[in-house]
């Protein structure tokens, strides 16, 4: 997996993809501290709208971004959406109210809501070989899961020797390095699309989901991921502290078994793929997440002890283990069905629509879970999963001959 880190250009995305992608965990850590700064007991609200901000940021800005970004070449689309989160981080530490809070939080998510699926959609120009990408998901699906293990981390450390405004200094300086590995990078040409109506251009690439009865399935995966996500990320602190009882190591503890249930996968996933199709890979993961779900609330009502602990453990490492069988080998959909043209837009849309599932059942799992109690809210998240399923195993329940994927240009 390793082996193509010898590839420059990949190595130099790779290496800003991890910067960033640490800069901005530091910077969560350090927005709650201004957040209770500015708040103080009203914290959590200021924090609530400004993730509110974030999700909505992803799914209205990714597909306008790539609609009128189309003509420009990625490479400074890039750059200038590093430089924009660079000067947002700047700015922080001078807010003193928490509307300013929520102005800089939109700015700042939506130039990752344009750098992110422009940058993804780079990587399969860069890596042409399947083997390679796949190799290139794992290693991204790797830095995503030790950056929610290692950001809070690296933040406490920081935090014993700095303020924590200090830490959004370190924040602009990662976003600049970044910028700086990016603009040295040697992007492969990619012929501009012909000019084409706005309209036209932001539907493009829902209209190319729409088209193809294999990404109209990974629709249905991204709710299903979307369910167990928001049980594991709203739900997991209120399961170990108020219901449970145990300290709060145990939630650091619980959340790393799913972080290190996904990191497994990650590692495996290019194994995996030599022998497996990736959408029986994918969709054994989706199938996998309710089940899962559905035996976490008969866990959740068994006398507490030391092997319910164990067992609700092992049930959040197999969680994580699912979620990233589906989501490590979905870029390889997304490259398969688009073209050098569309792919921003189709992965542009891919960002969009998985992020509006998160809109759907982030406040399921925090306004139920609170009303009717932990293994209540997991059964209906078990059934938003299970419909997922269904749409996706309807969509692809005929094989899709090989090379007859539809696409939109």
Known sequence: MIGILRNPTYAKLFSAQVIALLGTGILTVALGLLAFDIAGGDAGIVLGVAMSIKMIAYVAVAPVAAALLVRIPRKPVLIGADLVRA????????????????????????????????FQAV????????????RALSLSRLAYDLESLLSP????????????????????????????????????????SPPTPFLERLTRGVRVFWSSAELRGLMGLNLVVAATTAMVIVNTVVLVQGDLGRPETDVALMLGAYGGGSMLVALLTPMLLKSLPD????????????????AAPGLMTWDQGTLQWAALLAIWVLLGAATSAVLTPSARLLRRGST??????????????????????????????????????????????ALGVVVTVVCWRRPLAAGRYSEVT
């Open 87 to 118: 000067g947002v981080a700047l700015s922080l530490p001078f807010v003193t109210e928490a509307w300013q809070i929520y102005i800089l939080i939109f700015l700042l998510q939506s130039a990752s809501a344009t750098f992110t699926p422009t």
């Open 153 to 192: 981390m690296i933040a406490a450390a920081l935090l014993t020797v700095i303020s924590y405004q200090n830490l959004f200094v370190g924040t602009v300086v990662g976003f600049l390095v970044s910028a700086v590995l990016v603009s040295v990078s040697r992007f492969p040409g990619v012929e501009v």
């Open 340 to 385: 050098e043209q569309n792919r921003p837009a189709v992965f542009a849309a891919q960002f969009s629509l998985s992020h509006a599932c998160f809109l759907i059942t982030y406040p399921l799992a925090g306004i139920l879970g609170a009303a009717i109690g932990m293994p209540a809210v997991s059964l209906v998240l078990v059934v938003v999963a």
């Open 279 to 294: 959408r029986l890979v994918m969709l054994t993961g989706g199938v996998a997440l309710p089940v899962l779900l559905l």
């Open 123 to 134: 990587i399969p120009s860069v890596l042409p070989d399947e083997d390679d990408y796949t």
